[in-house]
């Protein structure tokens, strides 16, 4: 088993639709929670991040942390073709000398006009 | 601010050849780390260098080696090439001034004939 789950996806949503992305993780000890958009031919772009459990907005995108569930999420409202792209979420402890991300499979979006 | 920029762009290498790849981080960054992207396993973490020195290490056979350079630019080697190391190899920096997440390169395509 993945230390992280992601539905591979692809999936399709209208313009303007939002959108819910989610990723499962089995290692209690990540605390850092990251989401990088990736274009094609393109390096992932950092998104957000998170520390912990909680919520963090920027613009139409928001993500959610439940770490008692060990569930992240990212939404994006108002969805534009722009948004097109695959998804990753990404983790890791934290701490001195921990700069190991953990990725998810990556979702493959595709926003329709 | 430059962002993370790779070296070359794409390779195309045959079976038993070896190949070095090259990576300057954000100024002021000073942790760079290689990742090794396959559309079957995904982005994985293959090292990362902080200092000049080589502080987490992946899963990855020892044909993998990299190293880091006082101005913080760092190169990664593979030896005795694979038709399995065909992959996107990215790499990413981050600033050692608390937590901060990783900011990637667009990555450089290596094609193993």
């Known amino acids: 088993q993945k230390e992280v789950e992601q539905d591979p996806g692809p999936l399709s949503v209208p313009e303007g639709a939002i959108v819910s992305l989610n990723c499962t993780y089995s290692?209690?000890?990540?605390?850092?929670f990251m989401w990088y958009r990736q274009y094609s031919r393109k390096g992932p772009e950092l998104l957000m991040y998170t520390y912990s459990s909680g919520n963090k907005e920027d613009g139409r995108f928001t993500a959610q942390v439940d770490k008692s569930s060990k569930y992240i999420s990212l939404f994006i409202r108002d969805s534009q073709p722009s948004d097109s792209a695959t998804y990753l979420c990404a983790m890791e402890p934290g701490g001195q000398g921990a700069q190991k991300l953990v990725f998810g499979q990556g979702t493959r979006l595709t926003i329709n006009p | 601010k430059a962002g993370v920029t790779q070296t070359p762009r794409y390779l195309i290498k045959t079976r038993g050849q070896q190949v070095t790849l090259s990576c300057s981080p954000i100024?002021?960054?000073?942790?760079v780390s290689w990742y090794q992207q396959t559309p079957g396993q995904g982005l994985q973490f293959l090292f990362e260098y902080f200092s000049e020195t080589q502080r987490n290490k992946g899963n990855f056979p020892g044909r993998f080696s990299g190293r880091q350079f006082s101005n913080s630019r760092s190169e990664m080697n593979v030896s005795t090439l694979e038709l399995g190391d065909s992959a996107l190899y990215l790499c990413?920096?981050?600033?050692?001034?608390?937590?901060?997440?990783?900011?990637f390169g667009d990555g450089t395509r290596l094609s193993i004939l």
């Open positions: 990413a920096s981050s600033s050692d001034r608390g937590y901060q997440p990783q900011h």
């Open positions: 100024s002021g960054h000073r942790s």
């Open positions: 290692n209690s000890a990540f605390q850092y």
